[in-house]
């Protein structure tokens, strides 16, 4: 076993690339901020037992696609495979239940989850969630909706499109599960062993079954939506009512079942046919039995789980504009201990000043130095050898024109600089933007 190959599924996210996954995820909470959602952070494990009954016993994910495992103390321990259950259990066993309603949780988490590895398919992803807990109101639900439309929108991604279904509360699901029953009962030969197992315990799974005999055979089934009672039809009148004042385009999709059981009426997708087979970026919906089912009190709530990796996939397919990644302000490029001793205390002046300096850690020589700060991209350079440092005064580099600029070393140190560099640098430019070393410059501070 290689000890520097990572576990099939894993994928690492590199120093250069970082930058993107942090603008996708700052996005995101920045966008539910504005929605009065707050970030919930929940432990990585939990009991097995709580995606039971969170998940459901009769999904693929609790059935197939779970990491559990006993550790030391005996404990039956699952990784979490999504992040809806942790939240809940977070939001009773710390009397969120208790405080004003709903409340309003968002997260960014790995999860995990036994599948084949794929393009978008993964055995560690990450999921940006939210969760608001105590609220039946379809506005509820078309504001979560909102929510995710407006990550979208900020990011610059194109071409998604949003699906809606309604699966009904549970007296609808009653009879719609007889009518799936009926039907599927009739083909049960037909069906893999996953789906005749569901057929009796929960018959609507077989309609979210990847494989192809089944899907086809579920192509005819009977549809959800003709099975809603009176209140959950309304529901869901609203809740598109909502979104058609919010301008948000949809579709309703009666084959959307989504992977989770604990789903009560409007269950949403946003999908996209630009990054192949695993389409689905976003899925969410109303969970109205969950809480209680986790023994809490009736409370209606609603969430949903973007894909962090697909929507980068979905992003870098459709070139959409990323941020690039930060580059130092200035690299010290100096030569002798006297030098050195001036860059570590110009460094640390300008790094409480807000600006990114380094200087050379590994006691190179000039042109080495030189070559290492062209790599990282610093945008200045200064030069500093025991000359400089004994008359104060350097060349401050500005590494995108090659342009010099003489410059007084004493405007650099102590937390006061003078005027004169101010001034020098007014005229500096990056990409031909002003570069602004303002901060810098307390003018008038000048003792
Ligand atoms: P799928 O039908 O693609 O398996 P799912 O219904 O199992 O998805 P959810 O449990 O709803 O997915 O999770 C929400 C989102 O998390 C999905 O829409 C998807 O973007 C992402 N996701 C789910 N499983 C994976 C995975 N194995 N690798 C990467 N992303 C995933
Ligand atoms: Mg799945």
Same mark, same amino acid.
């Given at each position: 076993?290689l000890?520097?190959?990572a576990i099939?599924?894993?994928k690492d996210v590199?120093p $250069?690339?970082v930058h $993107?996954n #942090?603008?996708i ?8 901020e504005?929605y009065?959602?707050?970030e919930?952070? !929940? ?5 097995? &037992?709580?995606?039971?009954?969170g998940?459901?016993?009769t ?12 550790? +030391?103390?005996?404990r039956?321990? !699952?990784?979490?495979?999504e992040g809806?259950?942790?939240a ?6 710390n009397?969120?239940s208790?405080?004003a309603?709903?409340q309003?949780?968002?997260?960014? !988490?790995?999860?995990y989850?036994?599948e084949?590895?794929q ?6 992803f990450?999921q940006?969630?939210v969760?608001?807990?105590g ?13 995710a439309?407006?990550i979208?929108?900020n990011l610059?991604v194109k ?5 809606i279904?309604s699966i009904?509360?549970p007296e ?5 599960? &007889?009518?799936l029953?009926?039907?599927?009962r009739?083909?049960?030969d037909?069906?893999c062993?996953?789906?005749?197992d ?7 799974r077989i ?6 005999v ?9 549809v959800?939506l ?17 979104l ?5 385009d949809?579709i309703?999709?009666?084959?959307? *079942? ?12 946003f *999908? ?7 389409g689905?970026?976003c899925?969410g919906?109303?969970y109205?039995?969950l ?9 209606p709530?609603?969430?949903f ?7 980068m996939?979905l992003m ?14 200035l690299f010290? *490029? ?5 030098a050195?001793? +001036?860059a570590?205390e ?7 000043e807000?600006?990114?300096?380094l ?9 080495? #130095? ?12 200064v030069v500093l050898?025991d000359?400089e *440092?004994s008359?104060?005064?350097?060349k401050? +580099?500005?590494m ?10 004493s405007?650099f140190?102590s937390?006061y600089?003078?005027?004169t560099?101010?001034?020098q640098?007014?005229d500096?430019e990056?990409?031909?933007e002003?570069?602004d ?6 003018v008038?501070d000048? &003792?």
């Open positions: 076993m000890i520097t190959k099939k599924g894993t590199l $250069k690339e $993107k #942090q603008y995820e700052a996005t995101a909470l920045d966008v539910a504005k009065g959602y707050k919930i952070r !929940t432990p990585v494990f939990e009991h097995t &037992e709580l995606f039971q009954r998940v459901g016993d999904t693929d994910v609790v059935q197939k696609e779970m990491y559990s495992f006993d550790d +030391k103390g005996g039956n321990i !699952t990784l979490r495979p809806t259950a942790g809940a259990r977070a939001f009773l066993e009397g969120l208790n405080e309603l709903p309003k949780v968002c997260y960014i !988490t790995s999860c989850r036994y084949k590895p393009a978008g398919r993964l055995r560690e990450h940006f969630g969760e608001c807990f609220s039946q109101s379809p506005l509820a639900d078309a504001e979560i909706i909102s929510l439309k407006s979208f929108d610059g071409d998604i499109s949003l699906e279904n009904g509360c609808c699901r009653a009879k719609y599960h &007889e009518a029953k009926e039907y599927f009739a083909k049960q037909e069906l062993d996953s789906c005749r569901r057929l009796e315990r929960n018959p609507m309609l979210d079954c990847k494989s192809p089944c899907s086809k055979i579920a192509e005819d089934a009977p959800v003709d099975y809603l009672c009176d209140a959950c039809k309304e529901h869901f009148e609203q809740v598109q009512k909502y058609k004042a919010e301008n948000i949809f309703v999709n009666p084959k959307i *079942v989504r992977g989770l059981d604990y789903y009560t009426k409007t269950v949403f997708e *999908v996209s046919n630009s990054i192949g087979a695993q689905t970026v899925g919906g109303r109205d039995g809480i209680e089912e986790l023994g809490g009190q009736h409370t709530s609603l969430g789980g973007m894909g962090l990796e697909r929507l996939l870098e397919t459709q070139g959409c504009d990323f941020p690039e990644s930060s580059k130092p302000d010290i *490029v100096s030569m002798g201990e006297k050195t001793l +001036k570590v110009i460094a640390k002046d300008m790094r409480e807000g600006f990114s300096c200087y050379d850690i590994n006691g190179r020589g000039l042109r080495a #130095q030189m070559k290492y700060a062209d790599k990282l991209g610093a945008k200045f350079t050898g000359n *440092v008359e104060g005064i350097a401050l +580099k500005n995108q024109t090659g342009e010099e600029t003489e410059i007084a070393l405007t140190v937390g600089y003078n005027i560099l101010s001034e640098l007014a500096l990056i990409n031909g002003a570069f070393f303002g901060s810098l410059f307390k008038g000048n &003792e």
